[in-house]
C-alpha cells in the first residue's frame, strides 16, 4: 500500500529496556511527524523533521527519547531504559511540505508500545 | 504556546439529530483549525480545515476568530458517524517564521444511535 507504514504494530518490554519504533512514510512526503497518544488523550507531539534533520524536537519528554531520518525518508525513534509511564500508541505522521506551517498529516495505525 | 480544549469527552445523540462538537483554542498568531476523524479500527485522517470552507460527509465547521472556536457541525447526524473527533491547531506564529507543529486536542466520541 501507498500509506504511512509503522513496525511493530505491538511491543511489549520491560522496565528499563531499550525500544525501537520505525515509520515509512508516504513515498515523496519530506515531511514526517512523531506523536505519542496515551489513553483518552489526543495525540501528543513529540518530534517534526523536514528532509533529514529534526526541525522541531521541543515535544520530546527527555532525554531518553531520540529519533533519527538519516536518509530522509524512514525514522526510527529510540526509547532508551523505558519506564512504565512511556506505554501508549506512537504514531507517525507525514505530509508534503508547505511554506511554513503543517499541511495533511497522513497518519500510520501506530506502534502500542506497552512496558511491564 | 498553541492549546486545544474539546470541553465534552463523549456526545451521545440520535440518528437524524443535529450535532455539534466544540473546539476552542489559544493560540499567539494567525491560526490554522482541523478536524481530524478516527473510525473504529481505521487510522486517524483529516476530516476538514477551515482555509477550505468545504463540507465534508456533510459537515462543516466555521472559525471564530473572536470567540477563538472552530466547532464541528452536521444538521442530520447518521449512525456511520459515530468515531473519535479531534480538533487540532497550527498557524503562522506573530513573531514571524515558520510553525509546522500540529497540536490537538483530547477528543471527542460521538455515538451516533439508532
Known amino acids: 500500500g501507498a500509506g504511512v507504514s509503522q513496525t511493530p504494530s505491538n511491543k511489549v518490554t520491560e522496565k528499563g529496556k531499550y525500544v525501537e519504533l520505525r515509520c515509512d512514510p508516504i513515498s515523496g512526503h519530506t515531511a514526517l511527524y512523531w506523536y505519542r497518544q496515551s489513553l483518552g488523550q489526543g495525540p501528543e507531539f513529540l518530534i517534526y523533521f523536514q528532509g533529514t534533520g529534526a526541525a522541531d524536537d521541543s515535544g520530546l519528554p527527555n532525554d531518553r527519547f531520540f529519533a533519527v531520518r538519516p536518509e530522509g525518508s524512514v525514522s526510527t525513534l529510540k526509547i532508551q531504559r523505558t519506564e512504565r509511564g512511556d506505554s501508549a500508541v506512537y504514531l507517525c505522521a507525514s505530509s508534503l511540505r508547505r511554506q511554513g506551517r503543517a499541511g495533511e498529516l497522513f497518519f500510520g495505525e501506530g506502534s502500542r508500545l506497552t512496558v511491564l | 504556546a498553541q492549546r486545544v480544549t474539546q470541553p465534552e469527552k463523549l456526545l451521545s445523540v440520535f440518528k437524524g439529530a443535529p450535532v455539534e462538537l466544540k473546539c476552542n483554542y489559544s493560540?499567539?498568531?494567525?491560526?490554522?483549525l482541523f478536524w481530524y476523524v478516527q473510525y473504529s479500527r481505521q487510522r486517524l485522517q483529516l476530516l476538514l480545515r477551515h482555509i477550505s470552507r468545504e463540507s465534508i460527509k456533510g459537515f462543516t465547521a466555521d472559525l471564530n476568530k473572536g470567540e477563538t472556536s472552530f466547532h464541528l457541525k452536521k444538521p442530520f447526524a447518521q449512525e456511520e458517524d459515530s468515531a473519535m473527533y479531534y480538533c487540532?491547531?497550527?498557524?503562522?506564529?506573530?513573531?514571524?517564521?515558520?510553525?509546522?507543529?500540529?497540536?490537538f486536542g483530547k477528543g471527542t466520541l460521538l455515538t451516533v444511535n439508532p
Open positions: 493560540y499567539s498568531g494567525s491560526p490554522e
Open positions: 487540532a491547531l497550527s498557524g503562522r506564529p506573530n513573531s514571524g517564521g515558520s510553525n509546522y507543529k500540529l497540536t
